[in-house]
Structure formats: structure tokens, C-alpha cells
């Protein structure tokens, strides 16, 4: 094995410290990744090269899994309608997951403030705050400007008449 992969003699200073600067260069790559899934979507590359779709140039051509890649090609495509979504990928304020779970709901009118309200939180969280921006936008309930967690509590509790029917949006 590679002493690189060999921590046994870091100290717990050193190990937390090397272990935040390859987070960083994690949303560092991840961000630069994204771009590139972008520009090859916008070239329409992937055809070009023999494959189907973006996601089958991933998958086949990459090697990435599908998840992996389905999660990289949403988030993608995210980037490329909210430019200033890759730096807040490469500072670690958004996640993939974050991207893939707001992705149906943005629009230009609510995106600056979803991702401000999904800073830093986790895919649980973020689906709250999802819930939230479909009901304001069906005008079942304000969404809150700062909290979202009194409009989690009143979803999962409440029933909704929505497009003639009945049902708890969950």
C-alpha cells in the first residue's frame, strides 16, 4: 500500500487539517468538473462522439456510475442556467444533492434566494425547503424569508386540496 494512504503517524491537528484541504480541493474539482459537463453539453460533444446523451457519455466514456453521473449532469445543468452556483460549489455552500434537489423547482425569481437558504445544509433540510418553495409557488403558504422549518412542520402535517385532488404534500 502507498504510504500515502498510511495516516497512522499524523497527528489528530494534522489529520483534521489535511482532511479540510482535500474537502476544499474536493468543491474545487467538483466545480471545475461541472463546467466541463457544461461546455460539453453546450458543444453537443457527446453526440458527436457516438453517445446518446450526456449521461451515457458518463457513464460509457467516463466510467462514472449512474448515480454519480446523474447527479453530476443535473447539478450541470444547474450551473449553466445560475452561473454563480459554481462558486458557491467550489466554497462548499451547495452540494450536488443540494443542486439535484432544488433543480425542479428554480426559476429566475426564487434561485438567488434558495441557494442562500440552502447554504451549508443538509439533503433532509434542503427537501424541506423544496416543499416550501412548491407551496409558495402554488400559493398554498408564504415561503419565510430566513426559516423554513416553520413551513416544514405546517407540510408534513397539513392536506392540501391541489388540481381538483386531495393529498398531503410530503
Do not use: W
Not at 64 to 81: D, N
Not at 84 to 109: K, Q
Amino acid at each position: 500500500m502507498c504510504s500515502q494512504y498510511q495516516l497512522v503517524g499524523l497527528g489528530n491537528s494534522q489529520l483534521l487539517a489535511g482532511l479540510s484541504e482535500l474537502v476544499r480541493q474536493s468543491n474545487a474539482l467538483t466545480a471545475q468538473l461541472l463546467a466541463h459537463l457544461v461546455e460539453l453539453d453546450e458543444r453537443l460533444l457527446h453526440l458527436e462522439l457516438g453517445f446518446s446523451s450526456l449521461f451515457a457519455y458518463c457513464v460509457e466514456a467516463l466510467g462514472m456510475s449512474e448515480g454519480t453521473a446523474g447527479r453530476r449532469v443535473a447539478a450541470a445543468r444547474v450551473c449553466r442556467r445560475f452561473s454563480d452556483v459554481f462558486e458557491r460549489v467550489t466554497r462548499g455552500e451547495l452540494h450536488l444533492c443540494a443542486l439535484c434537489a432544488l433543480a425542479p423547482h428554480l426559476s429566475t425569481e426564487n434561485a438567488g434566494e434558495l441557494f442562500e437558504a440552502c447554504r451549508g445544509k443538509t439533503r433532509r433540510q434542503i427537501g424541506g425547503i423544496a416543499r416550501c418553495a412548491v407551496s409558495a409557488a402554488r400559493g398554498l403558504e408564504p415561503m419565510p424569508k430566513r426559516r423554513f422549518s416553520s413551513c416544514r412542520t405546517k407540510l408534513a402535517s397539513t392536506s392540501f386540496k391541489v388540481g381538483g385532488g386531495s393529498g398531503a404534500l410530503r
